[in-house]
């Protein structure tokens, strides 16, 4: 049984930094994407940034430049640091992780082939 745990958020003047952490725990298996995403109500969730097992990155435009995402494979960990945050930035952030059943299908890429898991969020407000 996959669990992922945000940890991290919280309120920030525009400007200020945030590091959120995510902790995965059970079997992710070999070939896997974890990501962050943001969702703030009435609208849908959105991918922020993205890292593959084998250290690929993906930004979103709007936070290219500001955030960096990065992971510890050995600890099952993943992070996003946040930096020069803008009150755009405020939404709920969850973990995401994709596991690939196959070495084909992560390297097809997409959703075929893979089970998604998601953490419970963490709250990240700027404030101007």
């Known amino acids: 049984q996959v669990q992922l745990v945000e940890s991290g958020g919280g309120l920030v003047q525009a400007g200020g930094s945030l590091r959120l952490s995510c902790a995965a725990s059970g079997s992710i298996g070999t070939y896997n994407v974890m990501g962050w995403y943001y969702q703030v109500p009435g609208k849908q969730r959105e991918l922020v940034a993205s890292?593959?097992?084998?250290?690929?990155?993906n930004y979103v435009d709007s936070v290219k430049g500001r955030f960096t995402i990065s992971r510890d494979n050995a600890k099952n960990m993943m992070y996003l640091q946040m930096n020069s945050l803008k009150p755009e930035d405020t939404a709920v952030y969850y973990c995401?992780?994709?596991?690939?059943?196959?070495?084909?299908?992560?390297?097809?890429?997409?959703?075929?082939?893979?089970?998604?898991?998601w953490g419970q969020g963490t709250q990240v407000t700027v404030s101007t």
């Open positions: 890292i593959t097992s084998g250290g690929n990155t």
């Open positions: 995401n992780l994709r596991i690939y059943k196959s070495v084909f299908a992560f390297i097809r890429g997409g959703s075929d082939g893979s089970d998604d898991y």
